[in-house]
């Protein structure tokens, strides 16, 4: 069955950029989506088909995906986006979620 | 405003069986470009996807638990009814119902529902 890996956690200063990698065999040859939720919250789908925002999630949040390995990145990291983040890609009739990533803002 | 609420059972018994129903508005079950999935998450857990249906009824499940899942829709009453049977305490877990937008490979999870609290105990 198809897997994505993602870091337990990543840490950022304020102001700094904070990048999440998400690895999965061929993944650049699928299309990769990014959810956020926050604790006690539900998820919140920040980026799709790679790279594409919806709207009210702001520009600071983008999205790569190329070879083995799709990237969220936040640049201009603020508290509020302190949250877990999970990647997810469609595999021939599944989908599957990576096991997520708890961004810290220290 | 398009929402999805979930409702069921808070709590079952081990072997009994769950049926959780997902009620959307704001966007028609017979939509052609939209689905609704349901997706669990145990506590201080990942996500992990369950099950999925679409306006032609085409409907997919997770492999792990596609034994033990059934997904259905009345699209008249606005609801997408899971099934799990022969419910463990391993199954405790919110579930949640979200709508599938988009193309092909493209599809996302662009809306969810608030969750429902799910336990699973004698």
């Known amino acids: 069955s198809y897997e994505l890996t993602q870091p337990p956690s990543v840490s950022v200063s304020p102001g700094q950029t904070a990048s999440i990698p998400c690895s999965g065999d061929?993944?650049?040859?699928?299309?990769a989506c990014w959810y956020q939720q926050k604790p006690g919250q539900s998820p919140v789908l920040v980026i799709y088909q790679d790279i594409k925002r919806p709207s009210g999630i702001p520009e600071r949040i983008s999205g790569s995906n190329s070879g083995n390995t799709a990237t969220l990145t936040i640049s201009g990291t603020q508290p509020m986006d302190e949250a877990d983040y999970y990647c997810?890609?469609?595999?021939?009739?599944?989908?599957?979620f990576g096991g997520g990533t708890r961004l810290t803002v220290l | 405003q398009v929402t999805l609420k979930e409702s069921g059972p808070v709590l079952v018994k081990p072997t009994e069986t769950l049926t959780l129903t997902c009620t959307v508005s704001?966007?028609?079950?017979?939509?052609?470009?939209?689905?609704v999935t349901w997706i669990r998450q145990p506590p201080g857990k990942a996500l992990e996807w369950l099950a999925h249906?679409?306006?032609?009824?085409?409907?997919s499940s997770t492999t792990s638990l596609k034994s033990r899942i059934s997904i259905s829709k009345d699209t008249s009453k606005s609801q997408v009814v899971l099934i799990m049977t022969n419910m463990d305490p391993a199954d405790t877990a919110t579930y949640y119902c979200?709508?599938?937008?988009?193309?092909?490979?493209?599809?996302?999870?662009?809306?969810w529902g608030q969750g429902t609290m799910v336990t699973v105990s004698s």
């Open positions: 997810q890609a469609w595999d021939i009739t599944t989908w599957v």
């Open positions: 704001g966007f028609s079950l017979s939509n052609a470009r939209l689905g």
């Open positions: 979200a709508r599938i937008a988009g193309r092909g490979g493209a599809k996302a999870f662009d809306l």
């Open positions: 061929k993944l650049g040859d699928k299309h």
């Open positions: 249906i679409f306006s032609n009824d085409e409907k």
